[in-house]
């Protein structure tokens, strides 16, 4: 007789009820898997984690020795009623036919228990299974998933809406407020990223280094009209007009390779050079007082014409002066140390009388020719030692040294000098004061504005003579210098050491050349060529040049130490020097003579500068002798000819000098 097969029950029906072998068992929802659920072919898709739990970790419980399962390590969902396992005559309802007793343990795969809420009566823990995550967190469908049958917060995202999503089809505006308040933090965190790295150091410069006229008439340079100038040709360091085959010379000291640095040969005619006009030259307006000139220097009076730099003095009043003529310079612009200068020029008038004062000459850059108060202080001086020499009148004030308080002309003081503004005896507390550098012993570099002179004419006794000299201070007493045949050396007869050694002023080292006398306009208006070839520094030397061969050398020994004047060494210029360039008359150098021919020219055909190849030094604010920061420091000083001296006019103080000042 049959026996009708037991019905199971499964974790999803009611409490209580059970399933008829007609009727198929109730389905869970999509995603969740039953905790014990009927064999499934193996096409079957597993719908969820669990059910792929159960697919991957089929359980196989030990046989005993019998060939039947061990019921103790059997862990199956038992519903209620059953004591175990399904005997071997109670098939699954799937079944067809007899199954072995243990298939069954061996294809029903380890399903972990859920936990039941202990009303639910249906469905009870086996202990052999052990604590499951689902016990541990309570994640049975009733209350997690089921429950959920409301509305959620984000369906209207998933829900389609015509009229909303038509509005959104046609595209928005970012002129919202959110838009305009994130639009308006990038363009603020722009505009200050941009003052901050681009606005603010330009400001700190402007504030820092105010503009300045340059001694024009408006900011910036512009000359008289207020018009920026148009220049024309090349304007490099080398003008392209100097030929190829003087871009080298030799040394006239020592016949080492030269090259050239800078040149203007001064073939564009009408040129001018009212501030502003030339990247190299800048002529300068004003009354040059210091040495009594008779002249007033204008622009106007300088131009090129003809392939010359032409000056011209002229018989023009000008103010209370009755001559006019004209001095320029490349001063802050062009500088060098070191090397040879040359320069090819036609002198002014005759060589017959006198009364002229052409010069061609270089001043250190520290000093301004023809603005009194940046040279007050600075020149003449060539000097690094902190002792008297650094002092007014170059004596203490008990008056020693004797040699310095009487030792000039006369008995009269050596020197009138104010003292050396920028001494090596600076102290520290006017560090602001000194333009540096400071030596590696902590004292300062003494700077000064020295001068070099290509030359200066002048006529005596119906007889022209160019003098070739430099100028020192502090002095030797009565001026000496050691002029021995070891540091005074004359290569060309035609030179001599000059009488006049110095006065209240000055101390020079001058040589006189008797010169070719047609070389003068109103007589040939040949050229010749003037120069100097100098080392700067203690060991130097200065060698000047006449008609392209050496004429006479100073030695830097012949500058040594003065044990009557109590000084040091007086060094070859080691500043960097600037070119100068004027025609004026004054009878504190050469005496007006009557029968002058007015107007008068001096005429330069080209000047050209050279340096060795190992040793170029160009540039007026250079390693070691910086002027830049002072000159802006002090820039009036450089600009306004009416200040004539730095204390009274200028306003301003010298440094504090170690020897007599109270440094702290």
Known sequence: MSRRPQQQQYPFAAPGAATSSSQRPRQPPPG???????????????????????????????????????????????????????????????????VAPHAHAMLAPRVPELKTKSSDSSLRIVPSLGASIADKYSLDYFTTIGAQSGPEPDDFIHNPDPRRDRKNDRGGTVFTQRGIANLGCLIFLTVGLVALFGGYPVITYILNHPMSTLGAYNLGGTNGSGQVPTMTGNWDLIDKDTPQEVYTITSFQDGSELELVFSDEFNQDGRTFYPGDDPYWEAVDLHYWGTTDLEWYDPEQITTLDGNLVITLDAKPRGDLNYSGGM????????????????????????????????????????????????????????????????????????????AATGGWEGEPLSYLPGQRLSACTCSEDDAMHPGPIK???????????????????????????????????????????????????????????????????????????????????????????????????????????????????????????????????????????????????????????????????????????????????????????TTPYINQYIEAYTNPNLTTWIDDYGQRFPKNNLIDNCK
């Open 32 to 98: 969740q898997g039953t905790a014990f659920a009927q064999p499934s072919p193996p096409t079957t898709l597993l719908h969820s984690p669990l059910q792929q739990q159960q697919h991957r970790r089929p359980y196989a419980a030990p046989l005993t020795p019998s060939g039947s399962p061990n019921p103790s390590q059997t862990s199956l969902l038992i519903p209620p009623g059953q004591k175990g396992p399904p005997s071997p005559a109670s098939p699954s309802p799937s079944s067809k036919g007899s």
């Open 328 to 403: 320029m310079s490349t001063w802050n612009k062009f500088c060098f140390t070191g090397g040879v200068l040359l320069v090819n020029a036609s002198m002014p008038g005759t060589s017959s009388i006198g009364g002229l004062w052409p010069a061609i000459w270089t001043m250190g850059n520290l000093g301004r020719a023809g603005y009194g108060a940046s040279l007050d202080g600075m020149w003449p001086y060539s000097y690094d030692t902190c002792d008297v020499g650094t002092l007014p009148n170059q004596t203490r004030a008990d008056g020693t040294p004797e040699a």
């Open 440 to 626: 590696s012993d902590g004292t300062y570099k003494g700077r000064s504005a020295p001068e070099i002179d290509v030359l200066e004419m002048q006529v005596e006794k119906g007889e022209a003579h160019a003098s070739q000299s430099a100028q020192f201070a502090p002095y030797n007493a009565k001026y000496i210098w050691d002029n021995s045949s070891a540091n005074a050396i004359f290569h060309s007869d035609l030179y001599s050491l000059n009488t006049y050694r110095g006065g209240i002023w000055q101390m020079t080292t001058s040589g006189i050349g008797t010169i070719d006398q047609d070389c003068f306009e109103l007589n040939t208006g040949c050229y010749k060529t003037y120069g100097f070839d100098y080392q700067p520094g203690n060991d130097g030397y200065i060698t000047w040049v006449y008609d392209d061969a050496p004429a006479w050398t100073v030695m830097a020994a012949g500058l040594g130490p003065d044990n009557l004047t109590e000084i040091g060494q007086r060094p070859i210029p080691e500043e960097p020097m600037y070119l100068i360039t004027n025609l004026g008359i004054s009878n504190g150098f050469s005496k007006v003579q009557s029968g002058l021919t007015f107007p008068a020219h001096l005429k330069i055909d080209w000047i050209r500068v050279y340096q060795p190849k190992d040793s170029k030094n160009v540039g007026c604010d250079p390693d070691g002798f910086p």
